[in-house]
């Protein structure tokens, strides 16, 4: 019989591309995952990866039972979702990785709701903007924003979303309101780094046609809670998610600009690693914020404009 653990093992490490990190993952040493990995090699009688000092690659044999190990590993967690279903409470631990601003705006106290439905299930948050690896990173679930650019991960819609120009009611009235997307280069822009870089051109449509502005600003930080925090405070003009600024446009601390132009449309999605991690928890999870989501729109109906 093989192990469900050692099977495990062998695809984090396949994943990841280091039997160490793998190792930490599932909360061994590694020298049981080391021997882990030998026994299951000596069961099949070949190698399933080939080893040097700097670098752990699977052999053709390796990649031949990768694909057999995934899909038995996800067959039986379908098989525990199954069972799971019928129980009246989800369990287990819970890794979520989520946007910084959306996470601590939105998801937090949506978060601890969903802790008293499901109290034996333990949450461990990751709120960043940085894009993480999944098959590196012990995480179950990430919230992501766009369009899912690796076509191997798992992705499932949670709410749509577009990008919305905002600022602060003092803003305005100290600087003025842009009135035309031009108009936006005379005003000071608060600007973030994503992956790729400086976040500096802000896109727009018009019907069929798409728009690119150049903006420029005094500010600009890799978090995008900052950027909401400066520009609630009269610091500057923001480009922002819309369910991020939702509980500002709610307040009043910020309105949007320029609504006659489309933004960029970033939808907000699940994504996993693969379909062997989908466990009840994050099941449960999906269904929950799907619903919130949901229902967060039909309050706002629109955003609040703001505009004379």
Same mark, same amino acid.
């Not at 499901?118 to 949450?123: F, N, Q």
């Not at 400086?198 to 809670?225: C, H, P």
């Given at each position: $019989?093989y ?5 495990? &093992?062998?695809?984090? @490490?396949?994943?990841?591309? =280091? ?14 995952? #080391? ?9 099949l ?13 699977? @052999? ?15 067959? /039986?967690?379908?098989?525990?979702? $199954? ?13 979520l ?8 705006? *939105?998801?937090?106290?949506?978060? =601890? ?7 034996e299930?333990? &949450?461990?948050?990751q ?19 766009g369009?899912l650019?690796?076509? #191997?991960?798992? #992705?499932?819609?949670?709410?749509d ?5 905002v ?20 005003? =000071? ?15 727009? #449509?018009?019907?069929?046609? @798409?728009?690119?502005?150049?903006v420029?600003?005094?500010?600009m ?27 500002? /446009? ?5 309105? @949007?600009l ?6 960029e449309?970033t ?9 062997? *991690?989908?466990?009840p928890? *994050? ?26």
């Amino acid at each position: $019989m093989y192990s469900t653990a050692d099977l495990q &093992l062998f695809v984090r @490490t396949a994943d990841c591309g =280091n039997l160490t990190r793998a190792a930490r993952m599932l909360h061994q040493t590694p020298a049981a995952a #080391s021997a882990a990995l030998r026994r299951l090699e000596q069961r099949l009688g070949v190698l399933l990866f080939a080893r040097s000092t700097r670098s752990l690659r699977l @052999t053709p044999d390796g990649e031949i039972f990768l694909e057999y190990c995934r899909n038995a590993l996800a067959l /039986l967690s379908e098989g525990e979702a $199954m069972l799971m279903a019928g129980r009246d409470k989800v369990r287990g631990q819970l890794r979520l990785s989520a946007p910084s601003d959306l996470g601590r705006q *939105v998801l937090l106290p949506w978060l =601890n709701q969903f802790q008293e439905l499901h109290p034996e299930v333990m &949450l461990s948050l990751q709120f960043a903007d940085r894009v993480i690896d999944l098959r590196r990173d012990p995480v179950d679930i990430a919230l992501r924003y766009g369009r899912l650019d690796d076509s #191997s991960l798992v #992705s499932q819609h949670i709410a749509d979303n577009r990008r919305v120009v905002v600022a602060s009611p003092g803003y305005l009235e100290r600087h003025g309101r842009p009135r035309t997307l031009r108009e936006l280069s005379e005003h =000071n822009c608060l600007l973030y780094y994503l992956t790729p870089g400086l976040f500096n051109t802000w896109r727009f #449509s018009t019907g069929k046609e @798409t728009l690119e502005i150049k903006v420029r600003g005094d500010r600009m930080a890799d978090d995008g809670g900052i950027v909401r925090e400066w520009a609630v405070a009269g610091l500057g003009i923001a480009y922002k998610s819309w369910l991020d600024v939702w509980p500002d /446009l709610q307040r009043g601390t910020l309105v @949007t600009l320029l609504d006659d132009h489309a933004g960029e449309d970033t939808p907000l999605n699940a994504v996993y690693p693969h379909r062997s *991690v989908i466990s009840p928890a *994050v099941r449960a999870l999906v269904t929950f914020l799907r619903d919130k989501f949901g229902r967060q729109r039909n309050e706002a109906d629109t955003p609040h404009t703001g505009n004379d």
